[in-house]
Every structure is written in C-alpha cells, then in structure tokens.
C-alpha cells in the first residue's frame, strides 16, 4: 500500500532505539508487533546489561536510622550500550516504595524488593515502569531468588527458602502465572553447611555452588538436584553462569582469572578456556596494585564483565581487550558493585507484569 514503510527500512530504525520505546511501540499495530517479538530484531539488537546492582557508602538519601547508623544504599543503574560512560540509575518514582524497601535480588530485568515493615515482596520492571506486590509467604524466609527468562516466558518465580534440612531446605515458590505460593522440599544431594549463596539461574534451574568444590543444579519445576563436581575450588570470588548454552565456572584470585566450560554434563567433564591476568585487562602498567573481580558471562560472546575499583568492564576474552567500560564512582565514594545481568530483548520482557 501507498505510504507504508518496507519492513526491512523499518527493522533497521527499530533496531535502534531503546528497549523502553521498543516496548511502548508494540502496541502500534499488530504488524509492528511481530516484527518486534521476532527473533531476527532480537538478534539484531544488542543485550541489555539490564542490572547492575551496587552499593554506594555516600547514600544519596541521608535518612540516618537507628541510632544515627546511615542506613545501606543499593542502587539499580542501567549500563548498555555504546561503548561504556558513566553508569546512571533509572528513575524509579513510578514504584511506590515503602522506606524500608531495599533491592535483594534481579534476574534479567526484574528487580526483587523486599520491605520489613510491612513484610512485602515487589516484584518491578525498571523498562516497562510497571510492578506487583507478592501475596506474603507463609513462612519466614531467610533467602529469596527471582528466576526469570524473557526469552521463555512472561511468567516469574521467586523462591524463598525458609528452613535448612541436614542435606537440603523447605522452600516456597511464588509462581507468576498461578498467582500463587507452595511449598516444596529440596535435597540437595550434599550437606547443607557446604552450599553457599551464590546462585545463578538459567533454563528454569538454579545452580548453586558449594564450597565443597561442586555446582548443584536444582530444577524448579521437578525440585529434583543434580551434583556436577567443579575444577577448582569455590571461593567467596567464584561464579557459575552460562555462555552460548554451556554451563561455564569462574575462579579467581583477584589477580588472576581461570575460565572451565561443563563439556559433558553426564560425565563432569571441564575444559579451560580462558585465562586472564591484570596485565591483559591493564595495559601499559599501573602505579596502584590492581586487581578484578569477576562479574558475569556474556550469554552469547567470548565476553566477560569485570569489576576494577569503580569501573565495570566489558573484557574479550579472544581479542584481549577492554571492549567498554563504565564508570559507577570514585575511590572515596567507597563505591562497589554486587551483581550484573544480562539478557536479550524479547517480547516477554515488555509484557512481564502486565
């Protein structure tokens, strides 16, 4: 028809613009829609370093509470796109938090509040500006996760776990579509003194690592465990996350990172892939002793996210180089950062929450 635009000029100006336009024109027509719910936009655009979570000593609020203790600041910033700057935190005005709100968890867009006076659960979507208050559990919950794949569904669940067995916990599950929460018992197949916090969540399992030197996957929808030993040992500065579909490990001494892939699930066998050092992200010396803590996988490049002292980079592990940075503070600002997610754009992310 006359005065139309070709689709092929109009997924080259889409893929362009930001996600929160993104999201809003999918409600032009139905053809815009599912261009922009394709798989060929979504390749096209560039992944959302959508949470960065930091804490930030200097507490913009000022509030001091009990007993002139300033109270933690944990901040949500956006850091896409474009070869790095100055990290930036979203307005967040549209959500209506209660003064003791505070960020524990996010997982690929969605942020997890948590407030204790009143006891609630919000669940809030920094690019749509829409939320959900949570039915409260029935237990008192001693750690909570929020599991989400924008690329699977709209749907999410937050897990509270609420007792510890001598092997596993009693957890309860809130599950977005059911609107609902249950209990469930896990077996973690190991001693629970040995499992630690550190949770990564993909392909609706979480995958927690145990300082006895093991990854236990935990499928969400069965609550059955599998127990993969790792290659090196588990430190408070090791991950566990997912590149191009693969399980991966990182471990580091803060000096000096070393990369595992799970070549074969069934059988526990790694590979290492990489192996990085300060002279491979610091080029040229530097006067300070430096050292990175690693961050994140990139889901679909050799890429990984690093924190230095107040920047967070974007390192190729293949061509050795810093591909972007992004600046969160100065040294006095006593700025550090505590998790990062990444995720593609995808339909199911403009209509989580809706």
Known sequence: MEGEMDEDVLTEILARLPCRSLARFQCVSTSWRRIISSDYLRRRLPLITSGVLYHDDTHRGGDDLDGGRRQQAYTYACASGGGGGTAEAPDMDFFPRHETSTIIDGCNGLLLYYSSRPTAFHVVNPTTRRWAELPPPRARTLLSVLAFDPCASPHYRVVCFTGWLPRGATIEVFDSERGAWRD????????????????????????????????????????????????????????????????????????????????????????????????????????????????????????????????????DVVERRVEEEWVFGSEKEGTHLIQVWLFPFSRHLANALA
Not at 184 to 198: I, K, N, Q, R
Request: glycine share 10%.
């Open 184 to 315: 469930h018992e896990v077996d973690f197949g190991l001693d629970t003194d040995a499992m630690s916090a550190t949770m990564h969540y993909s392909g609706g399992a979480l995958h927690v690592l145990a300082y006895s030197g093991h990854v236990v996957r935990v499928d969400l929808d069965t609550m059955a465990s599998a127990v993969t030993a790792l290659p090196a040992p588990v430190s408070c500065r090791a991950r566990a996350g997912h590149c191009r579909g693969r399980l991966r490990f990182a471990s580091s001494d803060g000096t000096r990172l070393r990369i595992w892939e799970l070549k074969d699930a069934a059988g526990g066998e790694w590979a290492l892939k990489h192996e990085i050092g300060v002279s491979d992200v610091v080029s040229g010396g530097a006067s300070q002793p430096i050292t990175f803590l690693f961050m994140a996988f990139h889901p679909e490049r050799e890429l990984v996210y690093l924190w230095s002292p107040w920047k967070l980079l974007a390192f």
